[in-house]
Structures are given as C-alpha cells and as structure tokens.
C-alpha cells in the first residue's frame, strides 16, 4: 500500500521560511514526477512545483525564485524549501507521486496535506 506523509508544515510569518518534506512507502514499481500542489480556501489545487525523474522542474509562476525542491530517488522523498514566504502562500499542500502505467497514462498518489500558513 502506497503512503506519502507529508511533514514540516506550520505557521510562520510573513518573510519567512519553511520546508516541507514527503516521504513515500510501500513503493514496489518505477515512479515519474514528484511534486507538491496547494489548495487554498474557496480555490482549487494547483501546482506548486514538481521535478520528474530526471530532475526536470517546474513551479508555478507565484512562487518561482523563491520555492525550491529536490527529491532523493533512492530514499523516495521529496522536499519544498519555501522561502520570502507571503500570506498568499496560506494554503494545504500536498505531496503528489506519479505513477507511469504506460507510454501516455498515469495513476497520481497524494499525500493527506499538511496546512502552511503564512500571517502578515
């Protein structure tokens, strides 16, 4: 049974850092992208950031140069490293773990969240 616990969450203000980590278990086949989402009140999920197995990344246009992640293949982890952080950044995060199951299909993994929030 896969198992993503997301830990590292808090509250912080305004200017200030947190990191988040993410650990998977119970993995037995080949995985894609990790990545960390975020889903604010009355808003939905969106991307925050991702990096595939080859250690490509992408992050979302509000939070790029000042989020960061990494991953650790052989210990299945993935971590969010979030710095200059804002109000709007107040949200619960989740860690994501992608699945291949074929050349253009994949099953996706989430961790139960863990809220973040940022006061001013």
């Known amino acids: 049974q896969v198992q993503l616990v997301e830990s590292g969450g808090g509250l912080v203000q305004a200017g200030g850092s947190l990191r988040l980590s993410c650990a998977a278990s119970?993995?037995?086949?080949?995985?894609?992208?990790m990545g960390w989402y975020r889903q604010a009140p009355g808003k939905q999920r969106e991307l925050v950031a991702i990096?595939?197995?080859?250690?490509?990344?992408d992050y979302a246009d509000s939070v790029k140069g000042r989020f960061t992640i990494s991953r650790d293949n052989a210990k299945i982890t993935a971590n969010l490293y979030m710095n200059s952080l804002k109000p709007e950044d107040t949200a619960v995060y989740y860690c994501?773990?992608?699945?291949?199951?074929?050349?253009?299909?994949?099953?996706?993994?989430w961790g139960q969240g863990i809220q973040v929030t940022v006061s001013s």
């Open positions: 990096m595939t197995n080859g250690s490509v990344t």
């Open positions: 119970g993995i037995s086949f080949k995985i894609g992208a």
């Open positions: 994501n773990l992608r699945a291949p199951l074929g050349r253009y299909s994949s099953y996706d993994y």
